[in-house]
């Protein structure tokens, strides 16, 4: 019984993955009761980021995205988190702040700008303050 | 005008989506009637609410207790708590309550009328996590004040939706009741919102339940009912404001011009609430004989997975007009707070042909 239960679930699950990806339904999940309000959709902001100057992934640098951190880059200069998703189609300010000071190297602040489209895969590319600067 | 085109596949496409929906039934997004306490007195209210409840507001922690099996089934931020009331503002413990919810892993919004939504406040919830807000403004300043019986209603609402429409990562809406007095004043009403600089707007029409049962003038006639559809079509094509009809029924011939999607009532489906006696439910503004278990007795998953049957199964809303609706497949039965209980037909019917 409960395998049969297992297989109809998944078979609901591949479903609806199938209409998420395939229809221009995306719509369609998300809704708001009718008293009630949006509740937008969460997306999913990731990317990596790079020495400008030797295309080296950094660690530990802080990204904002529209002025909510959203994660610290790893060692692998990865980072990701969840957003609320506003106006989708507008640019979204991106700001990477050093927050580890000289434990992986001491970067200045990266101010920019991405497109709503390319939020899931951003590369970013931050400038190696050196210590005679 | 012209009516867009029917898209036969696309509304079969849709009814295996929303069977597949149904199947799943995936709790995303409950409701809290935190109170019973309102600070104004509208002619249309749902909830019937008054300004002294003789309700006590229910404590947060009970309904955070009620939240933990929920916390355990769900990813992070994957359920929206819609606080509503009664006036949620009107509890002093609102960002105390929603920066919990939002440690625990929930994202929260808020339906308000905007009469004590000032710069402070707005700071206070958006610093507190506040994800989502609906206003509501019932037509021009004359007009909702009126209907909201208070004369300062319009331009406290309208001060609100300002200062949430210009910060950014906020959701919002505002919503218009539409009655016999202001839909003459839609198109000017709209040009109002874009001038404030606010483009997310949602009409509704005033269910016949609650304090609007017993007011005949507020419910739009057929005609009306149709200029509105025709208004909201209208306005999607301009472009100019994000604007929708609610998803309180399905509209037949419609149903392509005014919404992003086709009319589902997900309530039971996605929907629950927890109101504020603890009775578990869908929607709040659905009859309360559809309650089907109570946070202070029940685990609120165990309600969820083992009941709700009546709103999953709505082959019982085949009944009155619906009878012998040729469109009964495509809408089953309208919304679930059209029916004052199970096994009666709908109040009303929103289909052009």
């Known amino acids: ?133 | 005008m012209k009516t867009p085109k029917r898209a036969p596949f696309k509304r079969w496409l849709f009814r295996i989506f929303r069977k597949n929906e149904t199947a799943i039934r995936e709790l995303n997004y409950l409701f809290w009637e935190c109170t019973w306490r309102c600070n104004l007195s509208c002619r249309h209210c749902g909830s019937d609410c008054q300004s002294e409840a003789h309700v006590p507001d229910m404590p947060f922690i009970d309904f955070l207790r009620a939240l933990k099996p929920l916390e355990k089934r769900y990813p992070r931020d994957t359920v929206i708590i819609a606080i509503t009331g009664g006036e949620p503002l009107l509890r002093k413990d609102l960002a105390a309550c929603g920066k919990t919810l939002r440690e625990h892993g929930f994202r929260w919004g808020i339906v308000t009328n905007g009469m004590l939504y000032d710069e402070a406040r707005h700071r206070e919830l958006v610093a507190a996590g506040l994800s989502s807000v609906t206003v509501s403004l019932d037509g021009l300043e004359e007009t909702h004040n009126w209907l909201r019986g208070h004369p300062e209603s319009y331009r406290r609402a309208m001060n609100a939706l300002r200062l949430i429409a210009h910060t950014r990562g906020l959701n919002y809406d505002v919503v218009t009741c539409v009655h016999q007095r202001n839909i003459g004043e839609l198109t000017q009403l709209k040009e109002e919102l874009l001038a404030n600089g606010i483009h997310n707007w949602r009409l509704f029409t005033i269910a016949p339940i609650g304090r609007a049962s017993s007011n005949d003038t507020l419910q739009l006639t057929r005609p009306q009912l149709e200029e509105m559809l025709q208004f909201i079509a209208e306005t999607r094509q301009e472009g100019r404001i994000n604007i929708t009809f609610s998803c309180e029924a399905y509209t037949g011939k419609y149903e392509e011009g005014t919404r992003d999607s086709y009319f589902f009532c997900r309530a039971g489906i996605n929907i629950g609430s927890v109101l504020i006696d603890g009775s578990i439910s869908a929607c709040p503004n659905i009859n309360r004989s559809f309650v089907q278990g109570n946070i202070y007795q029940d685990d609120l998953m165990e309600v969820w997975d083992n009941k709700f049957q009546v709103m999953r199964d709505r082959e019982w809303m085949r009944c009155g007009p619906c009878a012998k609706c040729k469109d009964f497949k495509q809408c089953l039965g309208g919304a679930m707070h059209l029916h004052p209980t199970a096994g009666q037909p709908v109040l009303r019917c929103y289909k052009f042909s």
């Open chain 1, 1 to 133: 019984m409960k395998i049969i239960e297992r297989i109809r679930s998944k078979k609901q699950r591949i479903l609806r993955a199938i209409f998420g990806t395939f229809s221009a339904t995306a719509l369609m999940f998300t809704f708001q009761a009718c008293y009630g309000m949006p509740p937008g959709t969460l997306i999913q902001p990731r990317g990596q980021v790079f020495d400008a100057e030797t295309g080296e992934p950094v660690e530990g640098l802080q990204v904002t995205l529209w002025g909510n951190p959203i994660d610290t880059t790893d060692h692998e200069g990865y980072f990701a988190g969840n957003l609320e998703e506003f106006y989708p189609n507008l640019d979204c300010r991106v700001q990477v702040v050093d927050i580890d000071s000289t434990e992986n190297g001491l970067y200045e602040r990266l101010d920019t700008t991405v497109y709503a489209s390319q939020l899931q895969d951003m590369e970013l590319k931050v400038q190696r303050l050196h210590e005679d600067s």
